[in-house]
């Protein structure tokens, strides 16, 4: 039986055991899956005049954290929760920043498309236009002028 001066002197076990016991065990893990994506390319079957040939092309697949999750048998969410652990932060910030530069530098030199990379690297230029036209109902010339701008037929109001 657990009594007061237990709970006091010991610490008791909750919730389900860490995936990786240190922070080594998961950079190790995080370098395995980048050797892996390294040395399996996508194959790309080399299509000319129409004509489709028996050679492929190599292309570079991307680092994603989504799939280093899958490689390393953990969802995002649990990686997200060894980000709060102080001994995981540092591997964890720098498994980001590999991932984050290998994407970004093969954005720069065309090996992945620019646009989806800008957006998943959150750098997509986004602008609102808001065009706000007001004028005073009262003023009958003023609404006809106004909607005679804009295409449409007053005589027919």
Not at 14 to 22: H, I
Not at 35 to 58: H, L, R
Not at 107 to 126: E, H, M, Q, S, Y
Not at 140 to 154: M, T
């Amino acid at each position: 039986m657990i009594t007061k001066k237990d709970k006091k002197t010991k610490k008791f076990k909750v919730g389900r055991p860490l995936v990786f016991e240190s922070p080594d065990e998961l950079f190790n893990l995080a370098c395995e899956y980048f050797e892996w994506v390294d040395a399996n390319p996508f194959k790309k079957a080399i299509v000319y005049q129409g004509a489709v040939s028996n050679d492929t092309e190599k292309l570079q697949r991307p680092y994603t954290l989504n799939a280093f999750c899958i490689h390393a048998g953990m969802t995002e969410d649990t990686y997200r929760n060894y980000k709060k652990k102080e001994d995981f932060f540092e591997v964890t910030k720098t498994v980001d920043s590999i991932i984050y530069n290998q994407k970004f530098e093969g954005a720069t030199f065309g090996v992945f498309n620019p646009n989806i990379i800008a957006r998943d690297l959150g750098l997509a230029d986004k602008r609102e236009v808001e065009e706000k036209k007001t004028f005073s109902v009262d003023r009958k010339e003023e609404l006809e002028k106004f909607l005679s701008d804009n295409g449409v037929d007053v005589k027919n109001l």
